[in-house]
């Protein structure tokens, strides 16, 4: 039972939160594990683990953690985000290097923790956090705007060295991207921005002729995206699917791209759901991503302080990007990437980090108002 102290601190939470922003991410968590259940991964469950529901009951239980990570943090003291922040930062960041010493490698790559009975990919965690340092820095006022800059680059770099040593170079241009937005948004001329922009697109091309043999997976996927005449099987099929589920799709359980795409229930998770329910359900599910997104950007416009703006304004640009990305390889407009769709797509450590991100953006826009 609820005391009445219980009681006033619900209904204070209840008055602070953003409903309209808590609403949207609700949305997304039960689609994600509605479409989960129906459509994206009973097939795959069964052909590795001989269990119809058992990548589905993995994906309920990284929902309720997800969700709890989010509740918790919607409840955290508003003045405390800074120290949770850096807190954050430092103890995913040593995840990250652990990876190097116990990571398990997976066609290639050293991305993941094996913990007991699942697996997690550190980085999906140190990027709402990272966040939160850079635009901790870039809003001081200690220093002058382009010192503030640079002293956010060893944060930035470290964690980049971090992931192209695994490798993983899709995440690495996320990082590079977002960062670069939530530092023209605090304020550095457009010159300074495109300058260090093209440096650094410079050096990330260099990196992949340099070493060449680690990142052979990327020329494989740009290859296949567009030197060939005819699209790779994968996308085929995706694009197939998405077209012969028209606009009110094929039917539960009647979708046949589950079952020809291995990782359809992640990387293609959007046209399993064309599929089988329709192109106007992926609008639907589009569209409440969009809103998310926009109203995270409304809230940052409307911060009190430049560390909540930029803050909000790096969460939002995350979650919009991860979006994007996973469209684009679904449509073939991109070249296979591996990035999950924020809550939709199955993977424990997608849902989790998605959730810390939504997480934070409701502890950060708490008593603002649009």
Known sequence: MFNRHDSGVLAQWWRSIDKTLLFFGLSLVVGGNLFNFLSTST?????LYDSRYFLFYKHIFFSFVGLSILIFFSFVNKDKIKLYGIAGFIFFVLLLILVYFFGIEVKGSKRWLNLFFFRIQPVEFVKPFLILVISLILSSSKYSLSTRFFLTCPFVFF????LLIQPDYSQSLLIITIWMIVVFASGISFLFISSIGSILVVAMISILFFFKDKFFYIFDRVVSWVGKAEVSYQS???LNAIISGGFFGRGIGEGVLKESVP???????MSVIAEEYGIIIVLLIISITMFLVIRIFALANNSSSSFLKLSLIGISSLLALQSFINLGVTINILPSTGMPFPFISYGGSS??????????ALLLSKGEQV
Do not use: F, N, R, W
């Open 43 to 47: 097939i795959a469950s069964e052909k």
């Open 351 to 360: 849902i989790m980090g998605s959730s810390i991100s939504l997480g934070l």
């Open 236 to 238: 085929e099929q995706a």
């Open 263 to 269: 990782e359809a229930h992640t990387d293609y998770v």
């Open 159 to 162: 964690l980049l060295a971090l």
